[in-house]
């Protein structure tokens, strides 16, 4: 973090480190698997290869799932060495194994008993409250994969994916019941342990940070920048600084009289030498966003910062290409506004998707960026008189304008904007021989 | 490149958790664990 009076020097922690990012996955691995090495080492009686794969998933299965609360809860810690957006993409996956596995579990049992019992509603209230987390399981997720496109609002799913952790009770309960091996102490002491470790991280993460760890903010200025776009400052209430990196991004719950308060992640616009404020370039593009315009100044904010590995202070880079898409520039603009305050003179490039000219975000001080700056805009729907390049940022146009300077070996690229843009210019790069070590980017996909 | 490491990061892991689950459900129907 940039230390207050020493503008310019990061000093990247242990957590930023590749030796902690392993140290965490590895551990991650041990804890799960861990739990049938304690199942082995406990059980002396031989049974069926069915029998026992069954069980195992179950064990198995209910390791992942209790993982999942701490994947979930945005420890710094799991932040700094992966990025929030590769720690949430890992939950998602692995709540597809866990899924994959914990509905196994009763298919090997009655494979291995050879009836299909469990299917009966006669069974006893241990399977039934097993049946219920299965049921509670496979719905969660159906629903996380597909609450986009059935339309429903992202605060409804974030509360329902919330509920999920009735699926970790109600599966600790059923195993602490009935579950052969969770009778034998060692690894009774670990389902007891996962269970209590996950409760606690939840009930940190929903009762903890909301009420006493969230920072409270003050807002002090509202920008219009542009037709739909505004930019809130931020000022805390405690008066310290918040140090961090160009390109992050924070968690803001803005509180405004008469408005719902939701928790959205804005990329922080503001140099991250200026330590005393933050700020939001926020573009009206939701039922949240588009009451953005109504925020008056003395409004307040609990505000989670900072998080995320979308910034150039994390890579040994000669020249820096940034390609930003409407509203994406903000963590551009972050770090264009600190090489400026730091007078880095490293070469850079900017190219800048539009619609519009009145789309264009920080066009005057984009135009008064010092020489080693250039700035291309790119606009898709330009009026007439319109002199530069117009579409989209397309091949022909990183050809013509990016280069020679994509085929330094001390170029990184720095890519933020819709995700049809990123997918098309990664596309383009990797079409170009950029490797994808220099091509840098945050995705969120939900 | 932080994105393709945390999709390996998943492979591995779901090597691993197989890979445990079959030396799990073996050993243990041979009556050895």
Known sequence: MAAEGKPGQFNLSWKHSGTWAVCLFVGYVVIVVSVVVAALLTSRVPRGSVLNLAYGCGLVGFAILTLQVVLASRFKWLDSPFGLDVVMQFHSRV????????????ILLMVAHGNLRLLSFQTSWRVDVGKAALALLVLGILFALYFNKLGVDYNVWRFAHKGMVLVVILGFVHGLWIGSDIQRTPVRIYWWLLFVVA????????????LWVRRRFTITDVQQETHDTYTLTFEPQDGKPTLRHPGQFMFVKLLRPGRPSELHPFTISASPLKTRILQATIKQSGNFTDTIDQ???????????????????????????????????????????????????????????????????????????????????????PADDWQGPRGFVTRDLLETHAASRLSDPQTHVFLCGPSAMMSNVMRDLKAMGVPDSRVHYEQFTL | MRQKKGKTAFVVVAIAVLAALLAFAAIRSLGTG
């Open chain 1, 95 to 106: 709540a597809l194994l866990a899924g994959v596995l914990l509905v196994l579990h009763p």
């Open chain 1, 199 to 210: 409760a606690g991280i939840f009930a940190y993460r929903n009762l903890v940070v909301p």
């Open chain 1, 295 to 381: 925020t008056k100044v003395g409004d307040g904010a609990r505000i989670e910062v900072p998080y995320g590995r979308f910034s150039l202070v994390h890579q040994r880079c000669g020249g820096l290409v940034f390609i930003a898409g409407g509203v994406g520039v903000t963590p551009i603009m972050s770090m264009l506004r600190y090489l400026k305050e730091t007078d880095d003179l490293r070469p850079v490039l900017l190219l800048y998707g539009n619609k519009t000219e009145r789309d264009i975000l920080f066009r005057e001080e984009l135009d008064a960026l010092p020489d080693h700056v250039e700035t291309v805009h790119v606009l898709s729907e």
